[in-house]
């Protein structure tokens, strides 16, 4: 009688387990999209973000878009699909791409030292050793040694933004010291990659900007996206920036120069453009696009080369682990824009934000971590 029961009992689980099953509701999408706009608005007006907006893809489709706020508060005009942000040292990934491509056309190796394509470097004092012994690798995962910012001063008055001549960090580099031995951690370097943007001026003969839009912007078919200055005819989408202080708002303008340092941080692009660039990573786009890389080399990218804090460092490339997945990651922040984007390879999805605001930082690490557990993650299976 006893096992009877027993039987009775573990079949009446399982068809109730397979009924759950059976009866359980579809993630519904567009309810947890209106849950992450609303908390896109509401933590922008609590933060006083002047304007900032999000994008969710799969592929190379655009599931959701939200804007918030003024793009030119001046002005009234409003974040629309067409507002231009600056996208700061989210640039680093594009980068790390261009130096990828030019490795796979034989014109450079990854263990090869980076004073035999920047030999100004040599006047750099390494108290680990030969400078020889930082590679192409180390500055692409950021473990080199170098300092974190381009300037050895923080935020003084009589230097620009940044260095604006290549002669300016020359000049440095008798005075720069290697903070640590080659390779053996992690620690974020603007110049290291600014020193991978000359090797690739040194290698193809172009200027940095000139041999990224040839090589990596039109072939992906980033038509309206840019480095530093706004051309003419994209003036009337650009957003401006906003030192948020005290209830101070400061309008620092639409354009500045990032000068020397592009290749750390010049990009300008709209958002669909950026998503262009997620359906490239997350492998939806053919001809041209699809040629801008290979899909081993990115995946090469993406490999843990070493711990950086919570996430993992690769080649330019941020891996962040959530509920046991990985999302490929990075962020940018530069006068007073803030910005994220991520892929998750599991899901085939990806997100995208942009503020103009100096309060938005907050803002945009909830944002992103909303985006990954409440899209991305249950989209992963259906």
Not at 116 to 124: Q, T
Request: aromatic letters at 10%.
């Amino acid at each position: 009688m006893r096992t009877r029961l027993s039987f009775s009992s573990a079949l009446f689980s399982l068809f109730a387990a397979h009924a759950t099953a059976q009866t359980a509701a579809p993630f519904d999408f567009a309810a947890a999209w209106r849950e992450v706009t609303a908390s896109l608005h509401e933590q922008c007006q609590q933060s006083a973000v002047v304007g900032g907006s999000l994008m969710f893809v799969r592929g190379a489709e655009v599931l959701g878009f939200e804007a918030h706020g003024l793009a030119d508060q001046k002005a009234g005009r409003a974040v629309d699909r067409d507002t231009i942000f600056h996208w700061a040292s989210i640039t680093k990934t594009f980068t790390g791409i261009a130096v990828m491509q030019l490795r796979d056309r034989g014109k450079l190796r990854l263990d090869q030292p980076i004073v035999e394509l920047v030999p100004e470097l040599r006047e750099v004092h390494n108290p680990f050793g030969k400078i020889e012994a930082i590679t192409i690798a180390h500055l692409l995962s950021h473990s080199a040694g170098f300092r974190g910012p381009t300037w050895p001063w923080a935020g003084k008055p009589w230097h620009p933004h940044e260095p604006t001549r290549w002669s300016q960090l020359v000049a440095m580099m008798p005075y720069t010291e290697i903070e640590f031995a080659p390779g053996s951690k992690y620690s974020y370097s603007n110049p290291g990659v600014v020193f991978l943007g000359r090797a690739i001026e040194q290698l193809s003969g172009d200027d940095y900007e000139v041999y990224m839009d040839k090589n990596v912007l039109r072939p992906l078919g980033m038509g309206r996206s840019y480095f530093d200055v706004t051309p003419y005819h994209l003036q009337q989408h650009r957003s401006h920036s906003y030192a948020v202080k005290g209830g101070e708002v400061t309008d620092d303008g639409p354009d500045f120069d990032t000068g020397i340092t592009v290749s750390n941080g010049g990009l300008n692009a709209p958002l669909p453009d950026m998503a262009r660039y997620l359906a490239f990573l997350l492998g939806t786009v053919d001809g041209s696009a699809k040629a801008v890389l290979s899909r081993r080399s990115l995946e090469e990218m993406w490999q843990p080369v070493l711990p950086a804090g919570k996430e993992q460092m690769g080649l330019t490339y941020f891996l962040q682990d959530v509920s046991g997945q990985r999302f490929v990651t990075h962020t940018g922040g530069q006068r007073d824009f803030v910005t994220f984007f991520y892929v998750h390879p599991a899901s085939g999805t990806g997100a995208l934000g942009a503020f103009n605001s100096s309060t938005s930082g907050p803002v945009m690490a909830r944002l992103r971590t909303m985006c990954m557990e409440k899209l991305s993650l249950p989209l992963t299976k259906t």
